[in-house]
C-alpha cells in the first residue's frame, strides 16, 4: 500500500508544475510528455508516456520530506511512538472524531450532526455557546453530570463526592445533545483535570471550514493536492470534507467506460476532487493523465493521477482530479492554466 500511495502522489506532481507556471508568469512553463520522452530517450532509456519517470523520482522525499529522515531512524521513530500518550476513546472503546481547537478563543468547536467527544472540566463549570438560543439539552443526570441552559449558552458541571477529606472526581463520560439554531449537536462530554473549558458550536460550512483549515494549515498549495489525493486513495476522509455521491456515466473514448464516483469538497480551502472510476473493454491499455485533460473530465484541473497506469480488460483504475475554485474563476476571467 505504501509504495502505491508514493507512486500515486508522485505522479500528481506533475500537473501542479503548471499551477506554478500559472501564478508565476516568471517560471518557465513545465516540459510536454513530448520533450520529457525526447529528453530521456537521448540519454538511452525511458519509458513512452507520462510514467517515463526514473526511480529517484518516485522516492518518498518528493512528497514526505520527513518520511526519508524517518526511515533512517527507526529506532527514534519507535521510541516516538513508544512516548505518546494512548489515543482517547469515546465510550465502548470507539475512536471518535475530536473538537477541534479554537484559536482565536482558545476554546474548541463543534460541528452539527456528528458525534464528537470533547475534554470538558471535571472540577470546573464549562461552558457551550451556540451563535443562537439553545431550545434543549439531553443528557443523562445519573452519570453525574448537571447541565442549565439560557439564552446562548449552557453550562455543565460533572458531581464531586466527598470522602472525609478527599474528593472523588467524576470519570465517566457522558452524552450531551444539544439543540440550537435549527441543528443537534451529538457531544461526548470527557471528565479531565483541566480548566475550564469553552465550546462553540459552529453552523455546518463554518465549523467545516474552520477544521479544514486547521489540517491543511502551514502547507502550500503542492502539499495540500497531495494530502487531498492521498486522504481520497486511502478513504481517510474527515467529517469536514463535503463527500456527495454520483455514480454518473461520463462518455470520452470508445474502449473505455468512465464513471464519475464522487465529488469532494474541502471548504476553507477552495480545493475539490473528482474521483473517477475507469474501465477498459481491451486488455493492454495503458492509461496517462493528459489523455484525460478534458472539459468532460474537469473545466481546470491542477492535478491528476491514476492509481495505476496499465489495466487489463474489465479492471478498474481511479482516477483522480483536484481542482482549485480560485483558478477556475480567474481562468473563467482569461486565460487558461492549460
Known amino acids: 500500500m505504501r509504495n502505491r500511495v508514493i507512486a500515486l502522489l508522485a505522479g500528481a506532481l506533475f500537473l501542479t508544475q503548471w499551477v506554478q507556471a500559472a501564478s508565476n508568469p516568471k517560471l518557465p512553463p513545465p516540459a510536454t ?25 518516485k522516492e518518498i522525499a518528493l512528497i514526505d520530506p520527513d518520511g526519508e529522515e524517518q526511515e533512517k531512524k527507526p529506532a527514534a521513530r519507535a521510541t516516538k511512538e513508544k512516548d505518546s500518550p494512548p489515543k482517547e476513546k469515546g465510550p465502548g472503546g470507539i475512536d471518535l ?19 464528537q467527544k470533547a475534554a470538558l472540566s471535571r472540577s470546573d463549570v464549562n461552558r457551550v455557546v451556540c451563535r443562537e438560543p439553545i431550545k434543549d439539552v439531553f443528557y443523562s443526570e445519573e452519570k453525574g453530570v448537571k447541565v442549565k441552559f439560557s439564552g446562548n449558552s449552557a453550562f455543565v458541571k460533572f458531581r464531586i463526592d466527598k470522602a472525609g477529606d478527599d474528593l472523588r472526581y467524576s470519570t465517566t463520560p457522558t452524552e450531551l445533545f444539544i439543540v440550537c439554531g435549527g441543528n443537534t449537536y451529538n457531544l461526548i462530554a470527557i471528565p479531565r483535570p483541566i480548566p475550564a473549558q469553552t465550546i462553540r458550536l459552529e453552523n455546518g460550512r463554518a465549523g467545516k471550514a474552520r477544521e479544514n483549515a486547521a489540517l491543511f494549515r502551514d502547507l502550500p498549495l503542492e502539499k495540500k493536492i497531495l494530502e487531498l489525493i492521498r486522504r481520497a486513495y486511502t478513504d481517510d476522509l474527515p467529517e469536514s470534507f463535503t463527500v456527495t455521491s454520483e455514480n454518473r456515466p461520463v462518455p470520452l473514448f470508445r474502449d473505455l467506460t468512465c464513471i464519475l464516483r464522487r465529488f469532494i469538497t474541502v471548504d476553507g480551502e477552495g480545493l475539490t476532487l473528482k474521483e473517477y472510476a475507469v474501465t477498459p473493454s481491451v486488455d493492454g491499455m495503458e492509461l496517462a493523465e493528459r489523455d484525460f485533460l478534458r472539459r468532460e473530465i474537469a473545466g481546470h484541473p491542477i492535478a491528476l493521477s491514476f492509481d495505476r497506469p496499465r489495466v487489463g480488460k474489465g479492471d478498474t483504475a481511479r482516477l483522480f482530479v483536484v481542482e482549485m475554485k480560485a483558478l477556475e474563476s480567474s481562468a473563467e476571467g482569461g486565460g487558461d492554466v492549460r
Request: glycine share 14%.
Open 97 to 115: 472524531p475530536s473538537t477541534t481547537p479554537d484559536d482565536d478563543t482558545g476554546g474548541q468547536l463543534a460541528m452539527p450532526e456528528i458525534t
Open 33 to 57: 510528455d513530448k520533450e520529457r520522452n525526447a529528453s530521456h530517450q537521448k540519454g538511452g532509456e525511458g519509458d513512452p508516456g507520462f510514467y517515463s519517470r526514473n526511480k529517484a523520482q
